[in-house]
């Protein structure tokens, strides 16, 4: 079945470095969905990229959607403390089903 | 907003106890989800819903079963609880209307199975 693949599973930063986690697959996928789960939370929806080559932009946040809708990266731009948490791909498969990545967890140093 | 509860954050039971995990949305969403999250695995979706009395397998829905008689109602039980059920549980919901829908997430039931 579809696969996300997600790397690296840990990254741990100083304060003000930049961050980027990678989502890939072995199959097209249709949308790339991004959350962000803060430690002792829940995941909370950031974005979602439909379009093959999207770039979107959240303050200090990129989110890219590659050329063949097969990878998606999310880049963080100069961390703080306050971007600590678990950030999650996830693409729906079918009409219902969504598949996640198994997580990026980012600890930043201050 | 949205919200999405589940019934309790943190549950401790016996193994061959019978364990009943409720999740309540209050938005109308026609879709309802059970995941469980483990440390390096990330989320696998156990079972969804997408109408009342409606219920799909997801990855991993052996030892689970699933029940919506009410639309913001899915509960998802253990009939006979093992160890390696213990685990975080999430609940999500999200709207039927369109496509490709953000999901929003109840704020989990830590599970221990002794």
């Known amino acids: 079945g579809q696969q996300v693949m997600q790397i690296p599973q840990y990254q741990h930063v100083q304060e003000g470095e930049d961050f980027t986690t990678y989502c890939n697959s072995s199959?097209?996928?249709?949308?790339i969905q991004w959350y962000k789960q803060r430690p002792g939370g829940h995941p909370v929806f950031l974005i979602q990229l439909v379009k093959s080559g999207e770039v979107k932009k959240q303050k200090r946040l990129t989110f890219q959607f590659g050329e063949a809708k097969k990878n998606s990266s999310l880049h963080i731009t100069a961390t703080q403390t306050t971007d600590v948490g678990t950030y999650f791909c996830a693409s729906t498969s079918g009409t219902y089903k969504y598949i996640f990545g198994t997580g990026t967890r980012l600890k930043v140093l201050a | 907003d949205v919200k999405v509860t589940q019934s309790s954050r943190y549950l401790v039971k016996r193994t061959g106890e019978k364990v009943f995990l409720e999740c309540v949305q209050d938005?109308?969403?026609?879709?309802m989800f059970w995941y469980r999250q483990d440390p390096g695995l990330g989320l696998r979706l156990i079972y969804f819903s997408y109408d009342v009395k409606m219920k799909e397998k997801g990855d991993i829905p052996e030892g689970y079963s699933v029940s919506r008689e009410k639309k913001e109602r899915f509960s998802l039980i253990l009939e006979s609880a093992s160890t390696n059920q213990t685990s975080m549980y999430l609940c999500?919901?999200?709207?039927?209307?369109?496509?490709?829908?953000?999901?929003?997430f109840g704020p989990g039931t830590r599970l221990t199975v002794l």
């Open positions: 199959t097209t996928l249709s949308n």
């Open positions: 938005m109308d969403h026609e879709n």
């Open positions: 999500a919901s999200s709207t039927g209307q369109g496509i490709y829908n953000e999901q929003f």
